[in-house]
């Protein structure tokens, strides 16, 4: 399924929204082997819709957010991988 936005929607808030029911879309699918949320179920979905400003603000505010999480997450990596030399060098100068 393709979901084309018209001017009311921002595709980068739709993209945020599905990402943020991530838990609940599955819930709407159908099949024992491979899940498949069908057309039906996706027209039958409903959601506020804010203006188109209010959209924009989200999606900036949301990939703030995400990208100091990122940030966040690589100085985390850095230090993980810094810590076993710092633990050698102080077991050397004891």
């Known amino acids: 399924m393709n979901w084309v936005c018209t001017e009311a929607i921002d595709p980068d808030w739709l993209k945020w929204l599905f990402v943020a029911e991530t838990e609940a879309l599955p819930k709407f699918g159908k099949g024992s082997t491979h899940t498949t949320i069908y057309f039906p179920e996706m027209i039958a979905l ?49």
């Not at 959601?47 to 603000?57: R, S």
């Open 46 to 94: 409903h959601t506020a819709l804010p203006p188109i400003e209010e959209q924009h603000e989200i999606v900036r505010r949301v990939e703030i957010l995400f990208a100091f999480a990122d940030r966040l997450e690589a100085r985390l990596a850095t230090a993980r991988s810094e810590a076993p030399k710092a633990k050698r060098g102080r077991k050397a100068t004891m």
